[in-house]
């Protein structure tokens, strides 16, 4: 047991962990940062060799970072997003505990302190805080469909949180099950490697990289779209949306759209509901998706538009984006209900199903009938547990890097308010019970 009782400690040193660590260091408060691996550990170990993040630079920097004198409109390859993390934690000489395995979150009976268990490099010590920032993020463990049970033991399955590059794969084509973000830029990967390559895809919205001069991430901030709340969303559907479509490979990133993959040679599939063997069933909704892709962007683009009208700005033309032009009769898409994996030839599936977060050292009751974090903003209803770096924390932009600065900041001043009142209490206490 550390007899030292930290103010606070936090799971996670990726950009949501070390953010909260620039606040809390700001306000004084003593803290550790328990990182399983090594900084940003996910974004090195479940990124595939070609990847690039999906914001430019301006929008994937931390609080009080200044990349001013870089390429701001430009896309970071992962490794130099790592380098940024782990140049942070130098900086503002963040303390951090790497290969760090937090095994158990517990509170101590008749306290306000809580109990973290920790393993080391192998060895297991116990830290007591008062109160506890979890940013080990919702995408810590990989997600794969029951479906997959069913899938010939001749076929090579991985999760896209595996894949890293076309040469690991046996020769024959390519399964990718799950269209959005990760599925579309491997397909994308994997064409590009000279790979046939089918596509299960699935509801997934889309948007032009770029519009009238700007990224659209610019707009989509200047709008106010990356800021609205999460209590101004009337329909739940909006909260389990996926990460729209698109890209940051090129100079400036790229539109990604399923006709633009079928253009290159994927076969568009609907999305499969099971597999037997070498028999994928699939429904046969494949052109609703890419309509539903082109409807968003179309959405998106009026709403740039009713933007730039109401404030008056000056911007250029749209420019021609091929890949952002609409499939208006859906032609790209295949209308197949099911697909023979013998006969197609394909000898891989990759499941581009998305990722969870892995909360099981958690023992405390915090959680939903479905395992995910019960929280207001980050805050939980057990004084003094926070979470942090998860989608739609706050607002819409909470899923996203740049997000994480308001995210931070307004945790830790509630954390940093708890730990005042609490003193307060201490001291009326103490000076209630000197009088007597």
Sequence with gaps: ?????????????????????????????????????????????????????????????????????????????????????????????????????????EEVADSDVFSMT??????????????????????????????????????????????RHAGELPEGAVLVVGSGQSGVQITEDLLDSEKEVFLSTSKVARVPRRYRGKDVMDWLHMTGFMDQRIEEV???????????????????????????????????????ISIEEDLVSLQPNAAAHIKFGDGFSQMIKGMI???????????????????????????????????????KGITAIIWSTGFTGDFSYIKLPVFDEYGQPVHQGGVTDIKGLYFLGLPWLRKRKSALIYGIEEDAEYICRKIKTLSEERRNRRRASEQYTKRL
Excluded at 78 to 95: A, D, G, H, N, Q
Excluded at 323 to 336: K, L, Q, V, W
């Design 1 to 105: 047991m550390n007899d030292l009782i930290y103010d606070v400690l936090v799971v996670g040193a990726g950009h949501a962990g070390l953010g909260a660590s620039y606040y809390l260091k700001k306000l004084n408060l003593s803290h550790l940062v328990f990182e399983q691996a090594r900084i940003g550990n996910s974004w090195s170990s479940m990124r595939w060799d070609s990847f690039k993040l999906n914001t430019p630079l301006k929008m994937s920097t931390l609080p009080g970072l200044d990349v001013k004198d870089q390429d701001l409109e430009g896309f970071l390859i992962t490794r130099e997003f790592v380098s940024i993390l782990e140049e942070y934690v130098w900086k503002y000489e963040l303390p951090v505990r790497e290969n760090s395995q937090v095994l158990k979150l």
């Design 118 to 163: 920790v393993s080391t490099n192998g060895k297991t010590e116990r830290y007591q805080c008062k109160q506890v920032v979890i940013a080990s993020g919702a995408c810590s463990r990989e997600l794969v469909p029951e479906i997959s049970k069913g899938v010939s033991s001749d076929i090579v399955q991985m999760h896209a949180g595996e894949y």
């Design 234 to 272: 009337d329909d739940p559907k909006v909260l389990a949306m996926k990460q729209p479509q698109i890209s940051g490979i090129g100079q400036r990133g790229k539109t990604v759209s399923l006709q633009s993959l079928a253009a290159k040679g994927a076969v568009i599939l609907g999305k499969a």
């Design 305 to 343: 538009e009713e933007y730039i009208g109401k404030a008056q700005i000056s911007a250029p033309a749209p420019e021609l984006d091929p890949n952002d032009i609409p499939d208006e009769h859906a032609s790209y898409a295949s209308g197949e209900t099911s697909l023979s994996l013998k006969e």
